[in-house]
């Protein structure tokens, strides 16, 4: 008996936690980047839409502060950007959704940090997102290309070379 109680609010106790988890879930806020029709966005070329979705403020406003991705081994075009802070900013929330634009320089994982306001300007929240860029495709397929006719030129000076070398030795 008493282990059928214990089961019985256990189940009860993780109704109750899933439904308040997925009732929190509908409030939570959220970040988009967008590009129109065309798709995803690529560094230095598109001008995207960052959306911020925040439910829980109907009008208000958003500070937001977007640094670039940090310096790794391998630098991309345009590393004196990198590590280095891009947007210190206020922007307006209406109805519960605030957004920008914004281009990209490079490709990466950029730290956006948010922190939202009512409309008297009291604090309501702050979280921190990260808004992944991708490589340009026609970059990467282009970088492969060159890279392919490097391997194929070099084959085929280094068998040109070696002919002739052994034709030199062979006489």
């Known amino acids: 008996m008493k282990k059928g109680l214990i089961v019985g609010c256990l189940a009860v106790l993780a109704v109750g936690m899933i439904s308040l988890s997925s009732a929190f879930a509908e409030q939570e806020v959220n970040v988009e980047v967008k ?66 634009q914004y281009m990209f320089p490079i490709r990466g994982e950029y730290p956006l940090s948010v922190e939202w306001f009512d409309e008297n300007g009291h604090p309501e929240g702050s979280r921190q997102f990260a808004v992944t860029i991708e490589e340009n495709p026609k970059e990467v397929q282009n970088a492969l290309i060159f890279m392919a006719m490097l391997a194929f030129f070099g084959l085929l000076a280094g068998f040109g070379l070696s002919r002739r070398r052994r034709g030199i030795h062979a006489a």
Do not use: M, Q, Y
């Open 35 to 100: 590009n129109g029709p065309a798709g995803a966005v690529r560094p230095d070329l598109d001008n995207a839409t960052v959306e911020l979705s925040i439910p829980a403020i109907r009008d208000g406003s958003a500070h937001i502060r977007l640094r670039s991705p940090e310096k790794k081994f391998v630098s991309t075009d345009f590393p004196w950007v990198e590590g280095t802070e891009l947007i210190d900013s206020t922007v307006a929330i209406r109805d519960g959704k605030a957004s920008f």
